[in-house]
Each structure stands twice: as C-alpha cells, then as structure tokens.
C-alpha cells in the first residue's frame, strides 16, 4: 500500500519568514496529493492540492509543488503570519480507484511573533 | 450548504464496551470516509462508503465496522473497546469518492 513519509515533524519560524513541509510517497499511481490545515480542537481543512499533471500550484502565500519523478511534493508558505500556526498533513491518493487516502504524521508549525 | 455534522462529539467508555457514531454528510455527498486521528500515529484511513457499500478498507480489526444508510448518513461501530481505541474519529464526504474530501468537527472518544 501507499506509505507517506513528512517531515519535519516540528517547524518554528520567526513572523515573515517562509515555511517548507516536505513528503514523500511510495506508491507511483499516486496522483492527487491534498494539503490540509488543522488548527488545535478544530477539523481538517483543505489549503491547497496538486495533481499529477502540474509540477506547481500557487494560492496567494501557499505553493505546492511536486516531482512525480522523485516521488516528493512540498508545502511552501511565504511571509508566515501568527495564525498559521497549526498542524498541516500532506496526503496522497490515487483518485483512478476510490477514496483511500494515506496521510502523512504532520508537521505542527508554529509561527512565532 | 450545512456541513459535515458527527454526533456525538465526546464520549467516554469502558473497556470492553461497544459505541457507534454517526456522520452526516454534506448535502448530496454520496461519500462518506472514516479515519482515526491519534498523537502517535497522525490520521489513518479506516474505511469508505458509497451508495450503502463499503468500497475501500484500511488496516483494522474486524472491532471496527460501519455502515451506510440510504441517505448517505454513515456509522461506525467499535466492539469490544480496548484503552488504544481512545482517539479523535473523523468522518470525511465528497460527492462521489474522487473529489476534495471535507471533514466533520470529529468524536472524541475516551477509553477507560
């Protein structure tokens, strides 16, 4: 089955500076890896996903980009603000099947004023 | 659009007791996915429904079971609890399986 490795498991960043979360995939037939948020006490929340056919996806202060040939795809958040403290799970799927998601451990970032 | 609705949203029990929780998915998802989120081991996938059938299974015991009803509204049953059965359980819908899944607010499940 699809075994999904993130790192690190903890991130501290100085306010304005720029995160990277970084996961790795083991299951070649991946092709759609979701970026959740979940902030303490509260539910998953989807921030940003890549498919298969794109190396790199932009939403204002989030990217993802992806190497399919390396197995790896990475969360990259510029000009870190306070509440982006939280913990982020990168996920891969292969949506050609039904909902199986593997999710990584997360990364609990912490954004320091 | 009501969202992804768990109920209940704590529960404490016994070892050895059995629970049953419930998700009601957004309107229309006919997909309803469950995972288990605990400290140690992140998120992991126990299992998916559609249209009333269970389509995909993670790697669990026979413990845990669940079903899904005609209106899309899904359970899951925990038997015989076990003190590392204590997590946060997460139901998840999308339309048909294949799309951005959303979360409900989970039940927290405590196990003494």
């Known amino acids: 089955g699809e075994n999904v490795e993130q790192h690190p498991s903890t991130l501290s960043v100085q306010e304005g500076d720029s995160a990277v979360i970084k996961c790795t995939y083991s299951d070649s037939a991946s092709n759609y890896f979701p970026w959740y948020k979940q902030e303490l006490g509260k539910r998953p929340q989807l921030i940003i996903d890549i498919r298969s056919n794109v190396g790199e996806k932009k939403d204002q202060r989030i990217a993802v980009t992806l190497n399919k040939t390396a197995k790896h795809f990475s969360l990259h958040i510029t000009e870190t603000q306070p509440e982006d403290s939280a913990v982020y799970f990168c996920?891969?799927?292969?949506?050609?099947?039904?909902?199986?998601?593997?999710f990584g451990i997360g990364t609990k970032l912490q954004v320091i004023p | 659009k009501a969202g992804v609705t768990q109920t209940p949203r704590y529960l404490i029990k016994t070892r050895g007791q059995q629970v049953t929780l419930s998700c009601s998915p957004i309107?229309?998802?006919?997909?309803v996915s469950w995972y288990q989120q605990t400290p140690g081991q992140g998120l992991q996938f126990l299992f998916e429904y559609f249209s009333e059938t269970q389509r995909n299974k993670g790697n669990f015991p026979g413990r845990f079971s669940g079903r899904q009803f005609s209106n899309s509204r899904s359970e899951m049953n925990v038997s015989t609890l076990e003190l590392g059965d204590s997590a946060l359980y997460l139901c998840?819908?999308?339309?048909?399986?294949?799309?951005?899944?959303?979360f409900g607010p989970g039940t927290r499940l405590l196990v003494l």
């Open positions: 309107s229309g998802h006919r997909s």
């Open positions: 996920a891969a799927e292969n949506s050609g099947g039904y909902q199986k998601v593997t």
């Open positions: 998840a819908s999308s339309l048909a399986g294949k799309e951005t899944q959303y």
